[in-house]
């Protein structure tokens, strides 16, 4: 059975939206990046085929390294970034052409070190963008260093000896940002991901999906995970739903990760009450016109 | 507010830029607070949407860099305002929106640095940051005013060069233009005519569409995002698709062709004003200049200084020596021709005298140009306090080169 995310989409359909004379992709043998570029593609090919979204009007902004990369093969509007960036440039984006649909690719060095400040400024202001983090939990494209995604005690080249500083929960900092819609998914459960990217799509305001994902070839071989299936069994092993957080005892939770949509509330979306500014502004200049 | 003004009006130099960049058609601005450029970000916050534009306070520098080339890309003319250490926050940006050739106007407000330096006095220590500040080669268009009203225009004229070549701007101005007030009539946008950026002649969708090609003018029509074009901007060297390539050929042509676009409007971009001490001025020399005098200084100035400098000239030739200022308009590209010309006036009779709020940007270049044809000197300080027009005369009269 085709999973959920794949239900009632033309192939043809999700073809025109990769650039696939860019193929092939830059990413490694085993690498996560392609699942969830493709539970991307199937959320966003889903609303388009449902006239929900004009491909005309969606715009790919990315940062810089492995993920960032995504944004080259998808067949739209795009605008590979410096890095850290890509989220203070697609707020310019949105808040310019608020008809927009504008989606972040970034990567967890991208997104939670470098662009860190951008990241939480944007799910404080609510401002309308998708923001998905393809989190492996490593600087691939440098070769194996250390991110803020990286766990405690997994090595990295610029921690041969084990990492001694604690991860980020991103989901836990967008919410604690603002930000009003929040999932994190796995590339594991792919169908589920893209369900959680649809939800996003769909939201109005502030959405942030985390997609868990591995690097075999610079995170996976230097903690015990050489291959890609090893890092997918890893993610299957470890990942607790959300439904069954409440019920779990503590020590059931140690060392794993949550999955799930976190938050998904209506507040109101940044470009829109700027469109109120632009109203108010218009009256007072009118009103002292006469 | 009007467009243009028939009376004059008491204006302070970051309301005129303030108000040039909506008569330019700006409808975009991020910015980040800091002295002494905030006054433009916080018209413009008023100002942009009374006029259905858009304002945006982003977190930091680097941000409000980013949202103006964002905003950009989605074809509406953008432009941040800053100051010395916001400067440099945002070069990494300023090379991308030169790479990936996104229209866009910076105005960096120069104040007394390094680092946090005087936030309060002025200075014009970044003259070699804006040509030089992000990495790697790349074209620069840096211009300067002296005066409330020229901050007007140039601010106009920073974005029509902006917009007609796909390239940042900088306008360059310091603290004591930024925040001093004068009289002023301002010209209409009629007068000093807008430039709209090039957009492609082929409709979506067309398969003959290439993002980077350009044509004779080394400047590709640039497409909105959202215009269903769909295609690509990166940051990395990249061929005529938009997408990345690797060394050689192509990715030298790549920056070659940046530079060239600029540099076939060297003639036009390259601004100055000849200023005698009577009031003359115009963008050649005075006829006949200097006469027979036996020892005459052009004296090279730009900014705020360049208004000591027109004072400093008049008080030198009360004293019996034949000076004349020089003022540059545009910095980057440098004006060479004019320095040439500089040196040919006063070639075996005197000295080109540069004098600038920092210890020697455009002096080098001027000597530069000059060649060796006659000697070049710097003066100024960068104590925060202007060059008086005393100091300056004072130089003028120690110069030697009696013919």
Partial sequence: MAPAGMAGIDEGLLYSMLRVDRFPHIWCPGCGHGIVLSALVRALGGKIAAGAVDPAKVVIVSGIGCAARAAGYLNFDGVHTTHG?????????????????????????????????????????????????????????????????????????????????????????????????????????????????????????????????????????????????????????????????????????????????????????????????????????????? | MPAGTERPILLQGNEACARGAIEAGVRFFAGYPITPSSEIAEILAEALPAVGGKFIQME??????????????????????????????????????????????????????????????????????????????????????????????????????????????????????????????????????????????????DPGFLPYAAGPDDVPPMADFGGGYRYHVTGLHHDVRGYPIHEGAEAGELVLRLVRKIERHAAELQRVEWVRGTGERGPRPPAGWPGNASRATVVVSYGSTARSAEAACELARRSGREAILLRLVTLWPFPDAALQEAARLVADRGEILVVEMNLGQVSREAARAAAGRVPVRHFGHVNGELVTPAEIAAEIMRAGGER
């Avoid at chain 1, 310019?92 to 070190?113: F, M, N, Q, T």
């Avoid at chain 1, 940044?270 to 632009?278: A, D, G, L, N, Q």
């Avoid at chain 2, 268009?141 to 060069?161: A, C, G, K, Q």
């Fill in chain 1, 85 to 290: 960036r890509a989220i203070a440039f697609a707020t310019g984006i949105k808040l310019a052409r608020p008809e927009l649909k504008v989606i972040v690719i970034s990567g967890d060095g991208d997104l939670a070190a470098i662009g860190g400040n951008h990241f939480i400024h944007a799910a404080r202001r609510n401002i309308g963008l998708t923001v998905v983090c393809f989190n492996n939990s490593i600087y691939g494209m440098t070769s194996g260093q250390y991110s803020p995604m990286t766990p405690k005690e997994a090595k990295a080249t610029t921690a041969p000896y084990g990492h001694i500083e604690r991860p980020f929960d991103l989901c836990e900092l967008a919410l604690a940002c603002g930000a009003t819609y929040v999932a994190r998914g796995a590339a594991y459960f792919a169908a589920k991901l893209t369900d959680y990217i649809a939800g996003g799509l769909d939201h109005e305001g502030f959405a942030f999906i985390e997609a868990v994902c591995g690097c075999p070839t610079y995170y996976g071989r230097r903690n015990g995970m050489s291959r890609g299936v090893d890092m997918l069994r890893w993610q299957k092993e470890h990942a607790v739903s959300l439904s069954r957080v409440d019920r779990a005892a503590p020590e059931e939770l140690a060392g794993k990760f949550v999955v799930g949509v976190f938050r998904d509330v209506n507040e109101p979306e940044y470009t829109r009450e700027y469109e109120r500014i632009i109203r108010l502004a218009r009256q007072q200049a009118a009103g002292e016109g006469k």
């Fill in chain 2, 60 to 205: 930091d520098e680097i941000a409000s860099m980013a949202a103006v080339i964002g905003a950009s890309l989605t074809g509406v003319k953008a432009m941040t305002a800053t100051s010395g250490p916001g400067f440099s926050l945002k070069q990494e940006n300023i090379g991308y929106a030169a790479m990936a050739e996104v229209p866009c106007l910076i105005v960096d407000v120069q104040r007394t640095g390094p680092s946090t330096g005087l936030p309060t006095s002025p200075a014009q220590g970044d003259v070699m940051q804006a040509r030089w500040g992000t990495h790697g080669d790349h074209p620069v268009i840096v211009m300067t005013p002296s005066s409330v009203r020229e901050v007007f225009t140039l601010t106009v004229e920073s974005v029509n060069w902006s917009e007609r070549l796909r390239t940042p701007v900088i306008l360059l101005m310091d603290e004591v233009v930024a925040h001093m007030r004068e009289n002023v009539v301002l010209p209409s946008v009629t007068e000093l005519g807008l430039w709209e950026r090039k957009r492609p002649s082929v409709p979506p969708g």
